[in-house]
């Protein structure tokens, strides 16, 4: 009973983080077309910016509480700036080319972002965990749990719900799934696909770096924590259908319990449960529970 | 030395007739290398997960010590200037990139920076990768954190030593701390990392626990991917196994995530928490961590070191220099330079003059050395490989010094805690550790 308890908790709060940082990277590639592998640096640089941002702010006499809006507020600042730089600098020049070259470029962003923090921040671990304890600590079922990480379940679920919303019931949203499902007559509707682009990359990397931010007060935040967090964040992704917003509710879902699971009742598999789950879910549906299948073009 | 190391490469590439004209070229140039500077290649993570817990701190230690060394300002026997008379120039390089890498950066370093000698590795698979190219190409290297025992248990080497002691002893210690200290533990739950060193320590942990304490019963093992970062559910199960004590030999940034979120979460109330690589963290997490928890420093280094002139003096001066509590990497990198230092010298005391490299390897076999950390006897692995003894202490938060330190220290003799010379570390272990002076 407890054991099934702790996975079904585990589960959900290792779900929510993954939906947190999977749901932009799957929002850009519905949209754009684009396959972020700098989604992980954003996802790095929310956490640099937030931890060392915390750090900053309990060293005054603010209250304590306000650090959260300030932990969000970060992940929303150098979201913007780093979507600035990246779609407007970089991506912006390569719209219409092949897929791959944008891949490649997104991993070259990938790259030079990860130096960029190192440059920045140095390698010594950053600690941003006054958050992490604020909230305290409740008891399901005689097993403590953080309720900062319930509080994730929570965040995850209104994310969820705006992007839902932002996508079906909005102008805005209309007009992006009209992109999505044919640039090309978007553009000849007279949709200003450019401008769409740019405001998508900049949510989906105001969503990555809040997931970085979101993140950091659990974790000490140390060079490389974006490599890990982009191969499960893909992960998710596949397993959903790349593109597809309920895909990544599902993905991360199966990944989190499954995982639990794992962790709970055979440690020795938790390592590639995950991997197991995607292998099974491409070898039956190789466009992912959600994804639509691809009619070729001639 | 490092003329001769290059020589013998070229040589090696060589037809046999070109040979005798080849050694003809060099043999005069040898003694040259006897002035001039003496150059050290140091490689220590620079970058990367372990640059920040240890190969910073190690490359901070080797500069400051280093320093000291050519000016003659380390405490006796250590006041003389430079190694045998001659001053040491460092080139430093990044361990980061792999095994692969690291031979390649290990080529370079010996055969286009014409280093004499090498000191450096903190990854076990470096340590493991690097030796038979030291072998290959003559050159003197001293390994000075890495853990694995399998260097001299599985190979034996010539120009290869390691000054610090492996990290079978550090498992031992810290079994027979926690069983010191909780006779009556029943049931041990382990979370470690999902590779070699993560496997070995809970691997010899656990043996041990079986040996001393047979009753000692495994209630759940976890293994996540090292830099996961993320310990929600394997905390959860370590809480569900309620078990009286849980080993970790997390390092770095996944033990710091670990502690914050354990002790969120009451692991750290519920169970006696046991990190044998617990020592570099404890200056960061300050009041995260909470008292009483058990912590090795794989060695009798920083809070564990016994107090002697050459640990004051090596404390303040890293304090002053740096700012930051020496743990127990910059121990580490200090001792291997002390132990170059003694055994140059007493090559070049035997010799008369400044040392070949086979002179100061017959010195540098079974020498016996003072660190920071106490005395440091190259007794086994054929006098190639160092032990010394153990430390093992508590967590305490100290108000007045504004940071943890380690209480309740217990010392194990060297002989208490590491095999004898020729026996294999994991054999000694399952065979009820014959023979252990322990007191």
């Known amino acids: 009973m407890l054991t099934t308890v702790a996975i079904l908790v585990d589960g959900l709060v290792y779900a929510s983080w993954l939906f947190i940082v999977a749901i932009g990277l799957t929002l850009i590639y519905g949209v754009m077309k684009i396959l972020n592998v700098a989604h992980g640096s954003l996802y790095a640089l929310g956490a640099y910016s937030a931890a060392w941002i915390i750090g900053i702010y309990f060293q005054s006499d603010l209250p304590p509480y306000g650090s959260f ?173 790349l593109g597809s917003v309920p895909g990544v509710l599902i993905g991360a879902l199966i990944v989190g319990i499954c995982r639990a699971a794992a962790v709970h009742l055979l440690p020795e598999v938790e390592l590639f449960i995950i991997y197991a789950v995607m292998s099974l879910v491409l070898a039956l549906r190789p466009q992912g529970l959600f994804g639509r299948a691809a009619v070729r073009k001639i | ?131 038979p190219v030291a072998e290959e190409l003559q050159v003197l290297t001293v390994l000075f954190d890495c853990g694995t025992p399998r260097v001299f248990e599985e190979a034996s080497y010539k120009y290869v030593f390691r000054t610090g002691a492996h990290a079978a002893m550090d498992n031992i210690a810290a079994a027979r701390y926690l069983l010191d200290h909780m006779p009556d533990v029943k049931t041990v739950a382990g979370i470690n990392q999902n590779y070699a060193w993560g496997q070995d320590s809970w691997a010899d942990f656990t043996s041990v626990m079986k040996v001393l304490h047979p009753e000692t019963e495994i209630t759940t093992e976890q293994f996540p991917k090292i830099f996961a970062g993320q310990y929600g559910a394997e905390i959860s199960a370590l809480l569900v196994s309620g078990s009286d004590a849980v080993h970790s030999s997390l390092w770095g940034s996944d033990l710091e995530a670990f502690v914050l979120q354990g002790v969120a979460r009451g692991l750290f109330d519920e169970s006696q928490v046991v990190l044998t690589a617990g020592e570099p963290a404890l200056p960061r997490l300050g009041r995260q961590i909470p008292d009483g928890v058990i912590v090795g ?128 570390s994991v054999e000694w272990i399952k065979s009820g550790m014959p023979g252990a002076k322990c007191e």
């Open chain 2, 1 to 131: 030395m490092a003329f001769a190391a290059r020589c013998s490469a070229v040589m090696g590439s060589l037809a046999t007739a070109a040979v005798l004209s080849a050694s003809a070229i060099c043999t005069p140039a040898l003694a040259q290398d006897d002035t001039g500077p003496l150059r050290m290649g140091f490689v220590t993570f620079l970058s990367g997960g372990a640059a920040g817990p240890f190969g910073i701190p190690a490359r901070n230690a080797a500069e400051m010590m280093i320093e000291a060394i050519n000016a003659g300002e380390v405490p006796a026997p250590y006041n003389t200037p430079g190694i045998a008379g001659r001053q040491i120039e460092p080139v430093i390089i990044d361990e980061a990139g792999g095994a692969t890498k690291q031979v390649a950066e290990f080529r370079n370093l010996v055969q286009r920076q014409n280093v004499d000698l090498v000191v450096g590795y903190i990854s076990s698979g470096d340590c493991l990768a690097v030796p």
């Open chain 1, 69 to 241: 809006a300030v932990l969000i507020l970060s992940a929303v600042v150098i979201g913007l700036i780093a979507s600035l730089v990246i779609e407007r600098g970089v991506l912006r020049l390569m719209y219409g080319r092949d897929e791959i070259v944008i891949v490649l470029a997104t991993f070259a962003i990938f790259l030079i972002l990860e130096d960029f923090v190192k440059l920045v921040w140095g390698v010594d671990p950053y600690f941003a965990y006054q958050p992490y304890g604020l909230l305290g600590r409740v008891r399901l079922f005689g097993l403590g749990f953080a309720i900062y990480d319930l509080a994730l379940i929570g965040v995850a679920a209104v994310i969820g719900l705006l992007v839902w919303w932002g996508l079906n019931r909005t102008r805005i949203g209309k007009l992006l799934l009209a992109v999505i499902y044919d640039r090309e007559i978007s553009v000849a509707m007279g949709i200003n696909v450019n401008l769409l682009f740019a405001g998508t990359f900049a949510v989906g990397a105001v969503l990555g770096a809040l997931g970085g931010a979101l993140t950091a007060p659990a974790i000490s935040v140390s060079p490389g924590i974006g490599v890990e967090v982009i191969v499960l964040a893909f992960a998710v992704v596949v397993i959903g259908g």
């Open chain 2, 297 to 424: 420093a794989r060695g009798p280094h920083g809070d564990l070191a016994p107090p002697s002139e050459l640990n004051d003096w090596f404390r303040e001066r890293f304090i002053a220099k740096y700012g930051d509590i020496p743990v127990y990497a910059t121990y580490k990198a200090a001792q291997a330079l002390l132990g170059v230092k003694a055994a140059y010298e007493k090559a070049a005391e035997a010799a008369g003059g400044f040392p070949t490299t086979d002179q100061v390897i017959a010195a540098f076999e079974h020498l016996e050395f003072v660190g920071p950390s106490g005395p440091v006897t190259m007794a086994i692995g054929n006098g190639h490989q160092a032990v010394q003894e153990n430390a093992i202490g508590m967590t305490k938060y100290d108000e007045d010094l504004g940071r943890v330190t380690l209480t309740n220290i217990t010392r194990y003799d060297q002989w208490c805690v590491n095999p004898p010379d020729g026996v294999s």
